[in-house]
DNA sequence: CCAGTTGTTCTCGTATAGAGAACAGTGTTC
DNA sequence: GAACACTGTTCTCTATACGAGAACAACTGG
């Protein structure tokens, strides 16, 4: 782990997903260095053009180059204009909330979001990474993705509630069933009072790429799904899958 | 600078817009640093999701954060769709290249671009960064930005062609022509035999956000455009402008 | 006009990044 | 099938450069 190099990466997070634009004092204080440090950290992400200041406020904004960069990568621009659309039908129909995530080696990454349309609405922040063992698409990719995901296991699985599957034989067993049958679910293991339902959008040579899920409260979203729904949820990663 | 970070940052460009995944060797001698340092900083980049290690091939490609931030950069997502379409329709009646760009404090930031449709074809990559004062882009940045841009111009111009201007005066009075035009051109400024014509992207209050520029030869892109190309360059930036 | 903010520039001691070598896999070649 | 030529990864050690802290400059608002 490069040190230097680390605290750079935070602040350039830190600056793509904050509200509103920073200042020095902010970044400084929210990745714990000194002021006079996070500067010349400023100042090296400026020269690559990652970030720019802006020239009235001098804070510090998201630069264009990230953009560019963000066009490179394959998961976003294919999935997300594809899925997109797909997403909106599906949540509108159903009113439950939509995300879709791609595997990453530890965990399940949330790429784009649609929250449920009830009053009270769930949601899932974009850029949230869910644990691979205690949420629907983490054991989706742990089921149906290469063998390195499931090196991940060989640690001890952490609870994040008092249903979080801790047990690694239980949890390999459902693996089993979710390969078997194509969905998984995760009745309040990652958060009390809160299902969700997945499935994995592969592509034509069965490949792995990502993973839709619909998250709802047990009352709207049962443990055990209603077979209408898991119809809906299979054509549309599907369609996906097709369109890569 | 903080050596490490831009180290890191560099590896990062370098992944991004490598044709191809890399190795550790290859990136090592990229950036021209030990292998082992080398692979330290890729696990940095690995820790926050930047950048990931393709499983069968250890190869390094990027990784789906850089998406997602890249969706927060507020110039690419809204210009470039906005944008793009109506580049190509530009493109297509009048067979020259056409390229988006952004000001940064020291240059144009070429966004996206589309290569003329000639056998012999122009084009520009995007992620290059024109010089303010040696291409129409800059110049119409320098002309409509504001003053902090012009700060460059205080240090002496660099000559990239025999024709490129490089008396600051001359330069000045260039601008005011240009702001009182809103066009510029660069004729062989930046490249021999080649030139270009430019015109601000200005929003609804009047603020610089991009430009547009169009390139070609000097045989099918005179010195002193016609007035028939130069309205429908400006109907296309004007329409930008509007839908923004 | 002064207090309390900003962002920026210093200096200096210490943590750390990078060179280099050794290790561990993988595929190629003879 | 064994030696080879590559990969990526891990290790040790020292020169280096990072970060703490303080001082500075430039604004803002009471």
Redesign the interface.
Known sequence: ??????????I??MI??AETPLGVTQVAQGVGIAKGAAH??L????????V??D??TSLY?????????????????VL?EIAAPLMRSIRDELGLAVVLS?P??KSA?V?ATLPSNQPINIGVR??S?LLLHSSAQGKIFLAFG???LREALREPLPRATPKTQTQLPNLLAELEDIRRLGYATAPEEAMLGINALAAPILDRSGKLIGSIGLIGSIQHLAAEPPPALLDRLFTLTATIGKRL
Request: glycine share 10%.
């Open positions: 782990m490069v040190r230097a190099a680390d605290v750079s990466l935070r350039l997070q793509a997903f010349k950290h100042r090296t992400l400026m020269d690559h053009g990652m720019l200041q020239p009235l904004l998201l630069g264009p180059k990230i953009w560019l960069m963000g066009q490179k990568a394959p998961e976003g621009q997300s791609v990453t080696p990454f790429l974009p850029g990474e290469g063998r390195e």
